[in-house]
């Protein structure tokens, strides 16, 4: 009967886990789609730089903010990791701006191009100093935007 305890336990974690994932996607879906506005006022949240015509929708897991036609949005990515260049899946949003630090990209700046929905997706490494131990970390980073 060794090793018996947790298999016994496994089964029951696992169950309980999807259950909360489902759960928590069910809750942040239904809230996705009222579309309450929030106006950012000198909160760092999602990266966003505080700009009175960009306004968050949601700051789950998933940041949602809405802005309109021509309306641009700096983005200030998380310190501490080693970023790629943040990519549009749609023409509504341009990345027009792209700063760079000693570790990759540092800020980007979105522009409103079009009326329409987009996913700006961009992943990110954890920055280890030369020599030093570090574990092997990446973060797959996301924002969507509603253009109006």
């Given at each position: 009967?060794?090793?018996?305890?947790?298999?016994?336990?496994?089964?029951?974690?696992?169950?309980?886990?999807?259950?909360?994932?489902?759960?928590?996607?069910?809750?942040?879906?239904?809230?996705?789609?009222?579309?309450?506005?929030?106006?950012?006022?000198?909160?760092?949240?999602?990266?966003?730089?505080?700009?009175?015509?960009?306004?968050?929708?949601?700051?789950?897991?998933?940041?949602?903010?809405?802005?309109?036609?021509?309306?641009?949005?700096?983005?200030?990515?998380?310190?501490?990791?080693?970023?790629?260049?943040?990519?549009?899946n749609s023409k509504a949003i341009?990345?027009?701006?792209?700063?760079?630090?000693?570790?990759?990209?540092?800020?980007?700046?979105?522009?409103?191009?079009?009326?329409?929905?987009?996913?700006?997706?961009?992943?990110?490494?954890?920055?280890?100093?030369?020599?030093?131990?570090?574990?092997?970390?990446?973060?797959?980073?996301?924002?969507?935007?509603?253009?109006?």
């Open positions: 009967m060794r090793g018996t305890t947790g298999a016994f336990l496994r089964r029951p974690l696992i169950i309980a886990t999807l259950a909360l994932s489902i759960l928590l996607t069910t809750v942040t879906s239904v809230g996705a789609t009222s579309y309450p506005t929030t106006t950012v006022a000198n909160v760092p949240t999602c990266g966003l730089v505080a700009n009175p015509s960009v306004h968050i929708v949601s700051s789950g897991s998933i940041c949602v903010i809405k802005m309109r036609v021509g309306v641009n949005a700096r983005i200030k990515m998380r310190s501490g990791f080693r970023w790629g260049v943040p990519v549009s341009v990345v027009t701006k792209i700063a760079r630090d000693t570790e990759g990209v540092d800020a980007v700046t979105l522009h409103a191009a079009a009326v329409g929905h987009a996913t700006i997706r961009t992943t990110g490494t954890v920055y280890c100093r030369p020599g030093v131990a570090c574990p092997d970390l990446a973060l797959l980073w996301s924002l969507k935007v509603i253009v109006t």
